[in-house]
């Protein structure tokens, strides 16, 4: 029965005697060799997701329509190179993405810059690196990129980041299309028709189109279908009032991921082909002129791609109140209950055919009071030495890392055909190469 609900939650968990697998992989078996805290990554099923988006929105959209994988979910070397070899184009969010990008060989031309306080810095070296296009969220920044654009003798392409005014109803500090938000310019304000107007003014600029993101882990296809209706009428707006066609028309990223049994199971693909069908006939029903249409996923193509295995350290029981089993990574590796309260599936990796009797909280070992991975779990009572496995944990785990109390991050493989390293584990001599000695 156990059995049954982990092949549930997604099709790359199996178990193989008393142990979990992930990708075709004894996890207990990567622990010995490898050590812990560890992540693992399904490569055939990194490469699988950005095919879908890539054919589905070929096929449905048409057009040159295409998917842009959101790389702040999980950015290194590896990743920039199953999506160059994918055909995928990418966003980045800072140099340390670009570059990044650019060290595995990634086409910088197929490479969106997001970010809403991007620098004179930025913009140079993003300009000399051959960036594709920037995403743009203020008039500072429209008028930095035109100045140094000027300065370096070449056009800009861009796209203008609007916000349609839509709350998904997700968490709010994920939800980032309502007129009260750090990123873009709101049409209902006026704001995003005149930096509209603006931005085809400026010699150096060449705007491409524009740009909206409602927000992170939307099931629904809803939030979507209005984001888009909202801005292909802002677009006929643009139209007849500014006598400008853009080409392009973004619609962000943010489709649901299945952390725990109780979130519905999704198609991609099925979305995909509902909000184009949504979009073709409003064009059609409106004669609207139909852009070609980009998404951004990051959490989708990489979240059940990934999970983290560690060792129990430590289990502490309080009569009358609860109990803790202390594991070996923490919010150093995941800080995503400490921020949001995020939903995790928990499992005891070494005793998946005993039974979830034992109820606990996830503790990290860092020193924390908050530095919590889940609260009220149900596993098989653990001792010191099990290893606990940590699903779903492909995005904004490890992008979202940090060496607090000099922890250093952990081992990342790659599992396809063979295991690879994707990122090695942090060493001391790592943790504190930037520190000088005071003389
Ligand atoms: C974070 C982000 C994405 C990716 O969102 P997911 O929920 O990970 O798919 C896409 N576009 C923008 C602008 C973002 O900030």
């Not at 966003?91 to 810059?113: H, Q, R």
């Not at 930096?195 to 992170?216: D, M, Q, R, V």
């Not at 209005?226 to 292909?232: G, S, T, V």
């Amino acid at each position: 029965m156990y059995c049954k609900e982990v092949n549930l939650l997604h099709d790359n968990l199996s178990i193989e005697g008393n142990n979990l697998c992930f990708a075709g992989y004894d996890t207990v078996e990567l622990a010995k060799i490898y050590g812990t805290p560890l992540m693992l990554l399904d490569e055939q099923r990194i490469r699988s997701t950005m095919r879908t988006y890539k054919n589905a929105m070929e096929k449905y959209f048409g057009n040159g329509a295409r998917p842009l994988y959101a790389s702040k979910a999980l950015s290194f070397v590896g990743i920039y190179q199953i999506a160059k070899e994918e055909g995928i184009c990418t966003d980045i969010v800072s140099l340390g993405e670009l570059y990044t990008a650019k060290k595995a060989g990634f086409p910088l031309e197929n490479a969106f810059f997001h970010g809403n306080c991007k620098t004179d810095f930025d913009i140079e070296y993003a300009i000399e690196n051959g960036i594709g296009y920037f995403i743009v969220d203020t008039y500072d920044e429209l008028y930095a990129i035109d100045r140094i654009a000027r300065e370096k003798g070449v056009s800009q392409k861009i796209l203008l980041r609007i916000t349609p005014g839509i709350d998904p109803h997700t968490h709010v500090a994920i939800s980032t299309g309502k007129v009260d938000s750090k990123f873009g310019t709101a049409i209902e304000t006026g704001q995003a028709l005149e930096i509209t107007e603006k931005a085809i003014s400026l010699h150096n600029i060449s705007l491409e189109g524009f740009h909206c993101h409602i927000g992170s882990q939307i099931f629904e296809i809803e939030p979507f279908c209005d984001a888009a209706d909202i801005m292909l009428s802002f677009i006929d707006n643009v139209k007849s009032t500014l006598g400008y066609t853009p080409k392009l028309l973004n619609l962000g990223g943010g489709f649901g991921v299945r952390y725990v049994e109780s979130d519905p199971v999704i198609s991609y693909e099925e979305n995909i082909k509902k909000i184009a069908e949504h979009i073709n006939s409003y064009c059609e029903k409106n004669q609207l002129h139909k852009p070609v249409i980009l998404m951004e996923p990051g959490r989708s193509i990489v979240a059940d791609s990934g999970m983290t295995i560690y060792t129990v350290g430590s289990v502490k029981e309080i009569p009358g109140y609860k109990n803790y089993v202390a594991i070996d990574g923490g919010m150093s590796d995941n800080p995503r209950y400490a921020l949001y309260n995020s939903s995790y599936t928990v499992l005891c990796a070494n005793k998946m055919n005993e039974d979830p009797t034992y109820n606990c909280t996830i503790a990290g070992r860092l020193c924390e009071s908050g530095d919590l991975i889940q609260e009220n779990v149900s596993i098989p009572p653990v001792v010191r030495g099990d290893n606990i496995a940590v699903l779903v944990t492909g995005a904004y785990n490890y992008s979202m890392s940090s060496n607090y109390n000099r922890i250093n991050r952990p081992l990342v493989l790659m599992l396809g055909d063979k295991i690879r390293v994707a990122i090695n584990r942090e060493k001391f001599e790592d943790v504190s190469r930037l520190d000088e000695f005071l003389d």
